[in-house]
């Protein structure tokens, strides 16, 4: 048995994230949690991934954890540095399978709120805005949320769309002409791991972290969260993990 | 002949369009703008009196605080503008902007304002959350945004997507759905947007404003075929044989360009692919100040309004340590 070692919940979600990632196919990266999740995975177990930055870099080797979606380590020893059009366009012809998103609130269809608290003439909180989300979630074929769980982040109605998820169930996306087949994957928190169930597209716990109940997801989740058939036991981050995150991350930006 | 019926829009976003739609007035502008190419170095306060009016719809272009026209936006902050139309992605320009108290800002059209790893921008949250944005922010998200332009660069009046729909980005925004008369889709339309002006910082140009670009290109193609006005700043001014060497190099041909500054560190305290890194300090500091009104008013008199241009910026903030973010070749 290896030794056990001590790690935070942020560096957790990160590893989650990571392992969901497959090696030779494309992801849509956005900042922060994203970056980690992707260079972890790049160096651990899918050197083949083609990282996709907004701004034009396209299958970077990525070093130094970049701070921005534009910065040069975006494209350092990249395949391609082009532009925003090229990318977004490289998305919408169905080039690009997954898609990190994040954000202040998720319904239990997988929308996403990175606008506003409260109404958008006079909010309470104004957030950044769309950026490229709302593109991520329309285009990429699969995408995985990451949020930090909490009732306040999973509501049952989010203030704003920003992202679309499955809308207001299934059919919805396709009614609405966004494009078919594509729409939320999973959502990695630091209590666990979700889908969407087949049928009703909501969100079900299908794995949960190492020590956490499922009562516990469903008492932190701020609407009727499903439960798959049987749940899983995320494994906790290994020691290399760590290390490889802990050296990415080495001014602790995010951990 | 009788007009044909209109496509029937299914929806319609609610975003005010605060810009003259169509194409045809655009290319009439285009027609009549000068080619002649002629040397356009100008002074930045020069620049910006001539190019940037009341009222304008002006963008910055940007990517973060990456090649950002810092050393434009700072100057439009000493001069001043009435009911500014702002357009675009937002980081410390539009911050600046935003801040400014000689600026009234009448309306945003946004994609992003923030700074990613460090979270939002409270002097955007101050000025939306209290409503000096006199007219409204109108949504966008930056494909929708950077086909907006795209659309206006085409020389065509919208263009259709696949992004937007069934989102509230969508209801505040100014897209609409309609079936496509092709495939029956149902597909999103942007209309084109046509700035009045453009802000874009350059690696390098000629004096007749030619221009080229390292690193990623972001909206830079997109957006500086879609204004009217074009006001380069340029981190150093090439004779004209060196870009007629390698004109495959070019990114955006002098003929568009209205004017042209000299800026050497132009997008400090943000960076520029292989020139320089981001001051981080006077990033950090900035983000620091912005937290309150009075932080940011001393920020904008230490660095703003204080300076009388750019090159006593550069003085302040010190020649030594400016030399000090400089990128090795290999960077």
Redesign the interface.
């Known amino acids: 048995m290896t030794m056990a070692i001590n790690y935070n919940p942020t560096e957790l979600l990160i590893c989650m994230a990571s392992r969901l990632i497959e090696d030779n196919t494309t992801a849509f990266v956005g900042t922060g949690i994203p970056m980690l999740a992707v260079m972890v995975a790049q160096r651990r177990h899918a050197p083949g991934l083609i990282p996709i930055f907004e701004f034009g870099g396209t299958g970077a080797i990525l070093e130094t954890l970049p701070r921005q979606v534009g910065d040069r380590h975006t494209y350092h020893q990249a395949i391609s540095a082009s532009w925003m059009a090229d990318i977004m366009e490289t998305a919408q012809r169905g080039c690009i399978e997954y898609g990190f998103l994040g954000g202040a609130q998720i319904d239990p269809y997988g929308n996403l709120n990175s606008t506003v608290i409260g109404p958008h003439a006079k909010p309470k909180v104004r957030l950044p805005g769309s950026g490229g989300a709302n593109d991520v979630g329309s285009l990429c074929w699969r995408t995985i949320a990451i949020m930090r769980h909490g009732r306040q982040r999973f509501v049952p109605k989010c203030d704003f769309v920003t992202t679309p998820g499955y809308l207001d169930g299934p059919g919805a996306r396709e009614r609405v002409g966004l494009p078919a087949g594509t729409g939320p994957y999973r959502v990695v928190s630091d209590l666990g791991i979700m889908d969407y169930e087949p049928g009703s597209l909501r969100m079900r716990l299908v794995a949960t972290s190492p020590g956490i109940t499922a009562k516990k997801v469903l008492d932190e989740t701020g609407f009727e969260l499903l439960l798959a058939p049987s749940i899983e036991q995320i494994q906790p981050p290994e020691k290399d993990e760590l290390l490889i995150l802990r050296e990415i991350d080495k001014d602790k930006l995010y951990i | 002949m009788a007009r044909k019926a209109a496509l029937e829009v299914i929806?319609r976003g609610a975003g005010k369009i605060g810009w003259t739609v169509g194409i045809e007035h655009f290319r009439t502008w285009n027609r009549e703008k000068p080619k002649k190419l002629v040397d356009k170095v100008a002074s930045e306060r020069d620049a910006i009196e001539r190019f940037v009016k009341d009222g304008d719809f002006l963008a910055t272009e940007l990517?973060?605080?990456?090649r950002a026209p810092m050393s434009l936006v700072r100057e439009l902050c000493r001069q001043g503008r009435k009911d500014m139309r702002l357009v675009g992605?937002g980081v410390h320009d539009l911050d600046l902007l935003l801040a400014c108290r000689r600026i009234r800002v009448r309306s945003m059209n946004?994609?992003?304002?923030?700074h990613?790893?460090y979270g939002?921008?409270p002097i955007?949250?101050r000025a939306?959350?209290q409503?000096r944005v006199a007219e409204?922010?109108v949504?966008?998200?930056?494909?929708?945004m950077?086909?907006a332009l795209?659309a206006a660069s085409m020389g065509v009046p919208f263009l259709p997507?696949?992004?937007?729909?069934?989102?509230?980005?969508f209801k505040?925004g100014p897209a609409v759905?309609v079936t496509c008369p092709f495939s029956s889709?149902?597909?999103?339309l942007v209309p084109a947007v046509i700035l009045d002006v453009v802000l874009i910082h350059v690696s390098r140009a000629d004096r007749l404003g030619n221009c080229q670009i390292d690193?990623?290109?972001?909206?830079?193609?997109?957006i500086s075929r879609a204004a009217k006005r074009v006001v380069v700043s340029t981190e150093t001014i090439v004779d004209e044989k060196k870009v007629r060497a390698w004109p495959e190099r070019t990114v955006i041909p002098g003929y568009l360009v209205d004017a042209v500054v000299e800026a050497p560190f132009g997008s400090h305290p943000g960076?520029m692919?292989?020139a320089y890194d981001?001051d981080d300090e006077v990033y950090m500091g900035f983000l620091e100040s912005a937290k309150t009104e009075e932080g940011t008013e001393a920020f904008m008199k230490k660095y703003v309004y204080g300076v009388s241009g750019h090159d006593a910026y550069l003085d302040l903030v010190g020649r030594d340590r400016l030399e000090r973010l400089r990128?090795k070749d290999d960077?």
Not at chain 2, 110 to 114: I, S
Not at chain 2, 139 to 144: D, G, I, L, Q, V
Not at chain 2, 185 to 188: A, D, Y
């Open positions: 929806e990517y973060g605080t990456v992605t946004v994609t992003y304002v923030g990613e790893v939002v921008s955007m949250r939306v959350e409503g409204e922010v949504e966008w998200s930056n494909a929708s950077t086909w795209k997507c696949k992004v937007l729909a069934g989102t509230d980005t505040y759905t889709e149902i597909v999103t690193g990623a290109l972001g909206f830079a193609h997109e960076e692919p292989r981001r990128l960077e």
